[in-house]
C-alpha cells in the first residue's frame, strides 16, 4: 500500500504543480495600458542616420536632455540594470530623445557605454524643443519635462505605440506607475525590472501561440 501511495505521490504531483504553472502562465497580470497611441518618432533624427519607429518594437523611452552629462548616471544606472539583462530580446530597443545640437554630446556617452555592453540597441533621437515637447506631451503623465528638456523618468512604449505601465490593478494599494525613476538604482531594480519582464513575457507567450497556431494549421 505504501508503495503505490510513493508512486502516486510520484506520479501526479508533477502533474498539479504543471497544471498550476501552466494555469499561471495563461493567465498572469499583464502590464496594463495606460495611454494608447503616443506621439510617433518622424519628426526626428537619429544619431546613426536610421529609421527608428515605436512600431513593433518595445521601447524604453528617455528624454536626456540638452545638458546631456547631468544624465550620464542616469544612463549608465539604466545599462547596467535593465539594458544589459535585456537587450537580446529581439524585438527590445531604447530611445532617448535629446535636443538638435546635442548630438556629439550623445556620441561621446554612447562610446562609454559600448565599453559596457552591446549599445546596437541604444537610439539617440534629436528634434527641436517643440517636436521635443509635444511627443513628451503625448505620454500624458503626471511629470514635466525641466528647462534642459529633460526628466529623471523613462518610460515602457509597447509595440502597439502605448504607454505602460501599472494602473493600480496589479497588487492591493498600489499606486500608479507612469515612469520609472532612472537617477534610483532601487526604483530599477524593484519597480522596472519586474515590469520589464512581464511585458516581455507577454510577448513571448503571444510569439509562442501564434508559431502553435500556424503549425496546427498546416
Known sequence: MKKFLVLGVLFVLPLV???????????????PVLHKDIGNLES?????????????????????????????GN????????????HGFQDFQFVMVLPFGSESAAKTLLDELDDIADVSEWKFMFGTPES????????????????????????????????RGRDGTLKENESKVYGYD????????????????????????ALKKYKADRKEKS
Do not use: C, W
Open 132 to 163: 521635443i515637447k509635444s511627443l513628451f506631451s503625448s505620454l500624458k503623465t503626471p511629470h514635466s519635462l525641466d528647462n534642459n528638456l529633460s526628466t529623471r523618468y523613462v518610460y515602457i512604449i509597447d509595440k502597439d505605440g502605448n504607454l
Open 182 to 205: 532612472a537617477s534610483s538604482v532601487a526604483d530599477l531594480a524593484n519597480v522596472m525590472v519586474d515590469d520589464i519582464k512581464v511585458i516581455l513575457a507577454e510577448y513571448r507567450l
Open 17 to 31: 504543480a504543471y497544471l498550476f504553472f501552466a494555469s499561471g502562465v495563461h493567465n498572469f497580470a499583464k502590464l
Open 75 to 86: 544612463a549608465f544606472n539604466l545599462n547596467q540594470k535593465i539594458y544589459k539583462k535585456n
Open 44 to 72: 526626428f533624427e537619429s544619431l546613426a542616420k536610421e529609421d527608428v519607429s515605436f512600431k513593433g518594437k518595445i521601447t524604453v523611452l528617455g528624454f536626456l536632455g540638452e545638458n546631456i552629462h547631468n544624465k550620464q
